[in-house]
């Protein structure tokens, strides 16, 4: 299997020409800056790509944000984050959507 990686897929050619990658057979790995996956979505349905290449292409959104923790942390004065993952899986017959929580120290 062939593997494409994208560092960013900001702009609607680049975006337009990694969904011909994926429809073709390629696993597309890459980066669109969003604040949600829905917000994701909602930038890949506006391509003017065939409807097919978007839904055929398109496998799973996955979006990261660093939430602040509630509890404050021990010790050293140190701050301390929380890694919020949401996935989002558009040809999935109903959309499901989960948060996997995962700490971190900053």
Not at 5 to 22: I, P
Not at 76 to 84: K, T, W, Y
């Amino acid at each position: 299997m062939e593997v494409i990686a994208a560092d960013d897929l900001n702009n609607a050619a680049d975006l337009a020409f990694a969904l011909r990658a994926a429809v073709s057979g390629r696993l597309v790995l890459g980066e669109l800056e969003s604040d949600s996956a829905r917000e994701t979505l909602a930038i890949v349905l506006r391509l003017s790509e065939p409807a097919r290449s978007k839904r055929d292409g398109l496998k799973l959104i996955i979006n990261q944000r660093l939430g602040a923790l509630s509890r404050p942390a021990k010790g050293r004065h140190l701050r301390q984050a929380i890694g919020v993952f949401t996935l989002l899986s558009p040809g999935a017959q109903r959309e499901k959507i989960e948060d996997y929580r995962c700490h971190s120290r900053l």
